[in-house]
């Protein structure tokens, strides 16, 4: 076992002293990179890039050999899950990811297959080796899924969607229907991480980026409870170190304080709740990460720089803080804004850590 140079991340999410704030970023290995661009044509399309496990180890890299950052994402996508139970995913140009055959009645439902994770998705696992290899120990490697809701919503719209009218209507009609789909993926995604894990992955993140579109109560029902599931379900311990567990809803809210008694270690905050406020909600019973607006980045280098400094001053001092933005890196990003916002972290973060 290849002992961490930087642990700062594993620490800061199990709420234990820091000398400073680590930092990653959301989609740091992405289109706002040329070498990214680079190496998406040469793979020639977005899942080819997914599927190939040395590739997809020279992206996960990319943005490390650009800046000072304390963790490497494994590079994939949350769809990939849905994609192996045999929905015919596929990436239109220009308009995101749709699926052949969408799972709209009780019928599709009964008949969607659970597979096993290593005949289905090895090329993932696969990366993660690769990527860890690679790594030899600089920095811990991320591993992610989508959440089952966030994931659902493409495998019943057949794609992306504004208002989730289908899925939405699925929930009211037939809400036993919908947590049965919603099972199946959360069974496969508790397989699909453990997986990760087993193969490298030091800490998990859960995406759902969707959740926020239900009211509260059909949150708890509909998302809350099949991550609930997942975070049951997964490895928390191996080779004597904890395997982190990071949730993130977008727009969460005071959903926060919901989430904090599914026994993750950390949430996710976006832009829209102050860290202070979301400290509130969670009650310092668990890290918090964020929350910097991704379009913060367009900015100057002032508006930048004092972006980080009013995020690390909301959080305010203590253990528990992984510096982040809100939501993704945007594509149309300067590089050399983000070097800006992680050397206002290395320089600002140490004197909350005192």
Not at 90 to 110: H, S, T, Y
Not at 246 to 271: N, Q, R
Not at 305 to 324: C, E, I, T, W
Request: with cysteine; aromatic share 8%; charged share 25%.
């Amino acid at each position: 076992m290849t002992k961490l140079k930087n642990d700062l991340l594993i620490r800061a999410l199990l709420r234990q002293p820091v000398p400073r704030t680590p930092v990653w970023i959301m989609r740091q290995a992405g289109r706002y990179l040329p070498e990214y661009r680079a190496t998406r044509a040469q793979a020639g399309d977005f899942m080819s890039l997914c599927r190939n496990p040395e590739l997809a180890c020279e992206v996960t890299m990319q943005p490390l050999r650009r800046y000072k950052l304390d963790a490497a994402i494994l590079f994939s996508d949350i769809l990939t899950v849905p994609d192996a139970m045999g929905l015919g995913l596929r990436f239109a140009e220009g308009e995101g990811p749709k699926f052949e055959r969408p799972v709209r009645n009780v019928a599709a439902i009964q008949d969607l297959p659970v597979p096993d994770v290593h005949e289905t998705l090895g090329y993932v696992f696969d990366a993660v080796r690769t990527i860890r290899r690679e790594l030899d120990g600089a920095v811990p490697l991320i591993g992610f899924s989508g959440s089952p809701w966030t994931v659902g919503t493409y495998m019943v719209e057949g794609g992306s969607s504004r208002d989730f009218a289908i899925i939405k209507g699925l929930a009211k009609e037939d809400p036993a229907a919908l947590e049965a789909m919603l099972g199946k993926v959360a069974k496969m995604t508790t397989d699909y991480l453990n997986a990760q894990i087993e193969a490298g992955a030091q800490a998990i993140q859960i995406f759902d980026t969707w959740g926020a579109a239900l009211a509260r109560d059909d949150y708890r029902r509909f998302s809350l409870a099949s991550m609930q599931q997942i975070v049951d379900g997964l490895t928390r311990e191996k080779d004597g170190q904890r395997i982190p567990v990071i949730l993130f809803t977008k727009g969460a809210g005071e959903m926060l304080a919901d989430m904090v008694g599914t026994g993750c270690d950390a949430l996710g905050v976006d832009w829209t709740t102050d860290l202070k406020t979301a400290r509130t909600y969670v009650e310092d019973k668990v890290a918090l990460q964020g929350n910097v607006n991704p379009a913060t980045l367009r900015e100057s280098p002032e508006v930048i720089r004092q972006a980080v400094a009013d995020a690390l001053a909301s959080y305010g001092k203590g253990p528990g803080h992984v510096f982040n933005l809100g939501h993704g890196i945007t594509p149309d990003i300067d590089p050399d804004h983000l070097g800006v916002l992680l050397d206002a972290v290395h320089e600002l973060s140490p004197q909350y850590h005192v």
